[in-house]
């Protein structure tokens, strides 16, 4: 088993790429702690990796709140005696509003979730991770982190500032065991679009980003997202440290 007697967080684990990553780290041997805002979908998560025979531990809440996000790294910690993996997965979508016609209100919902969980749950993680000796973080960014088209302006910002504190944790603790790594899915198979109501659509943003959406070669399943942040939290990826991995089917080629 790859992660054998590791302790692994993941955020957003309730559905999607999220439960797919915390059943795979489950599987290869990790006690998986796993968080959700969504209380039924995370008491089904927990319900199916303990079936499974995984050892896990589930925690309702916001993860745009400091103390929720700081809480899970506790809990891992009191429950688990340690933390060896974070993956900050949990985000949502804006309304493709172009910064013309941004709501300020989408703004900082956005950019709470996308981008101040993932600060608070790394703050901590990495005070902890020093403690131990080292540690992995992998931050689930987008496509919309590297490119401009696939979203509006909240959601755009918000992944390129994952993908910049990707970069700046990988350079800041690269001599002291932390490693931090970004994968920028393209177009998966997910409900986040519940995030993104049909009606609040910008229909000028949303037309743009067909435009781009247009191009995706193809749909990605959470396994295979699942699969490379196996090996990003896995001792076979102990050299990979700072990097921003597409996972889209070729869509950034373009």
């Known amino acids: ?16 790429i999220g439960l797919a990553i915390a059943t795979r780290f489950a599987a290869e041997g990790a006690s998986v702690v796993v968080g959700d805002w969504n209380q039924e979908r995370l008491e089904q998560a927990v319900r199916k990796l303990s079936d499974a025979g995984g050892s896990v531990t589930g925690a309702q809440g ?49 950019l709470a979730i996308d981008l101040d969980g993932p600060m608070f749950t790394s703050r901590r993680a990495v005070q902890v991770m020093l403690e131990r000796g080292g540690g992995s973080i992998v931050n689930i960014a987008s496509t919309g982190g590297v490119e401009g088209g696939t979203a509006g302006a909240a959601y755009t910002v918000a ?14 603790y690269a ?35 067909q435009a781009y959406a247009a191009l995706i070669p193809a749909f990605m399943e959470p396994a295979d997202i699942a ?20 996972a889209d089917g070729g869509w950034t080629a373009a």
């Open 62 to 110: 916001d993860i745009a709140d400091q103390a929720t996000a700081e809480a899970l790294v506790d809990l891992a910690m009191s429950t688990y005696g340690g933390i060896d993996t974070l993956v900050n997965n949990a985000g949502v979508m804006d309304y493709m509003q172009g910064v013309g016609d941004l709501d300020v209100e989408v703004w900082r919902r956005v």
């Open 1 to 16: 088993m790859r992660l054998r007697d590791k302790v692994a967080i993941v955020t957003g684990a309730g559905s999607g």
């Open 227 to 246: 699969s490379l942040a196996l090996f990003l939290a896995s001792d076979e990826s102990v050299r990979i440290n700072g990097a921003i991995i597409p």
């Open 175 to 209: 001599t002291r065991s932390i490693r931090c790594n970004a994968i920028c899915p393209g177009g998966t198979q997910t409900n986040i679009a519940e995030s993104m109501p049909v009606e609040r659509l910008d229909p000028v943003g949303a037309a743009r980003a």
């Open 159 to 172: 992944k390129h500032g994952l993908v910049g504190l990707t970069r700046n944790t990988a350079w800041m």
